[in-house]
């Protein structure tokens, strides 16, 4: 089955970087578009960007470009997300989450990785 | 970017009782329309995809509806584990945007 297993919770400082991890299972990692989305507490779900799995070509949101860098490392089935210059508003659960056949519907979700932004 | 807006954006209901949620999208999104369910404290869920397939293993008392910029998610005979938050989401291009969420609460 479908797993995405994420990084632990992270605590960091503003202007600090966050890298979180998601390593893949269950399917052939490659063939699979991977999204970012990140919830702040208690708010809606917002789209950070998406990366092909295989070729490690981006697409990142707006909001996010010039301090997000989304990769992948096709030997070990993870993508990395990280998130630079952070600050307070950044405090956010931020999910990886595999594309279905449709590349931009979201099928799997992982369980979610609690970034603290604090001073 | 397109923008997704649901109402309500809560909701009381009972268990056994029929609810609708309302999704609209700012232009015409075609079926490139998903609904998602989170509970407390867990990742979210795919429901229905393209407006109105049901995901695999998702209990047929969830339906959707709809075309172009409305759409709408209907749950049948409410059980106690329906009571969650419920997220639109357009996938007609990117940035993916996503409802503001509706809040099914036990009445």
């Known amino acids: 089955q479908v797993q995405l297993v994420q990084s632990g919770a992270e605590g960091k400082k503003p202007g600090a970087s966050v890298k979180v991890s998601c390593k893949a299972s269950?399917?052939?990692?490659?063939?699979?578009?991977m999204h970012w989305v990140r919830q702040a507490p208690g708010q809606g779900l917002e789209w950070m960007g998406i990366i092909n799995s295989g070729s490690g070509s981006t697409i990142y949101a707006q909001k996010f470009q010039g301090r997000v860098t989304m990769t992948r490392d096709t030997s070990t089935s993870t993508v990395y997300m990280e998130l630079s210059s952070l600050r307070s508003e950044d405090t956010a659960t931020y999910y990886c989450?595999?594309?279905?056949?449709?590349?931009?519907?979201?099928?799997?979700w992982g369980q979610g990785t609690l970034v603290t932004v604090s001073s | 970017d397109i923008q997704m807006t649901q109402s309500p954006t809560s909701l009381s209901a009972s268990v056994g009782d029929r609810v609708t949620i309302a999704c609209r999208a700012s232009?015409?999104?075609?079926?490139?329309l998903n609904w998602y369910q989170q509970k407390p404290g867990k990742a979210p869920k795919l429901l229905i995809f393209?407006?109105?397939t049901l995901q695999t293993g998702v209990p047929s008392r969830f339906s959707g509806s709809g075309s172009g910029t409305d759409f709408t998610l209907t749950i049948s005979n409410l059980q106690p584990e329906d009571f969650a938050t419920y997220y639109c989401?357009?996938?007609?291009?990117?940035?993916?945007?996503f409802g503001q969420g509706t809040r099914l609460e036990i009445k």
């Open positions: 232009q015409s999104i075609s079926n490139y």
């Open positions: 989450a595999r594309a279905g056949q449709q590349w931009l519907v979201v099928e799997y």
């Open positions: 393209a407006a109105s």
């Open positions: 269950g399917y052939s990692f490659s063939g699979y578009y």
């Open positions: 989401q357009q996938s007609y291009g990117t940035p993916i945007t």
